[in-house]
């Protein structure tokens, strides 16, 4: 049985630091291309980084990048999201996902190649 698992949210200021895991069992995440997303309230679902399957292509929303780098720890079995330089509009329920297909880039990786889904962990951001 595949699951992801998300950890590192919690409550931090404007301008902090936080470092989400995405953790997986059932299934060997360097294979895949894996993708970290958001969802603020009242607001959709966002793209918000990805990382192919060999770690060497990675992609971020415009809105994150040169705050937010993905990485991997394939030791591990995870993907991690370093998020610097936080403000209250990152605000949101941050989800991993990983690709349907093994062996691709992280080009073009989101929501309609996601296929299994971690249940989310909270950011939220004080100002």
């Known amino acids: 049985q595949v699951q992801l698992v998300e950890t590192g949210g919690g409550l931090v200021q404007a301008g902090g630091s936080l470092r989400l895991s995405c953790a997986a069992s059932?299934?060997?995440?360097?294979?895949?291309?894996v993708a970290w997303f958001r969802q603020a309230p009242g607001k959709e679902r966002e793209f918000v980084a990805a990382?192919?399957?060999?770690?060497?292509?990675?992609n971020y929303a415009n809105s994150v990048k040169g705050r937010f780098t993905i990485s991997r720890d394939n030791a591990k079995n995870t993907v991690d999201l370093q998020m610097n330089s936080l403000k209250p509009e990152d605000t949101a329920v941050f989800y991993c996902?990983?690709?349907?297909?093994?062996?691709?880039?992280?080009?073009?990786?989101?929501?309609?190649?996601?296929?299994?889904w971690g249940k989310g962990t909270l950011v939220n951001v004080s100002s």
């Open positions: 990382i192919g399957w060999n770690g060497v292509t990675t």
């Open positions: 059932g299934l060997t995440l360097s294979a895949y291309a």
């Open positions: 996902a990983s690709d349907s297909t093994p062996l691709r880039h992280a080009q073009t990786m989101g929501v309609s190649r996601a296929t299994y």
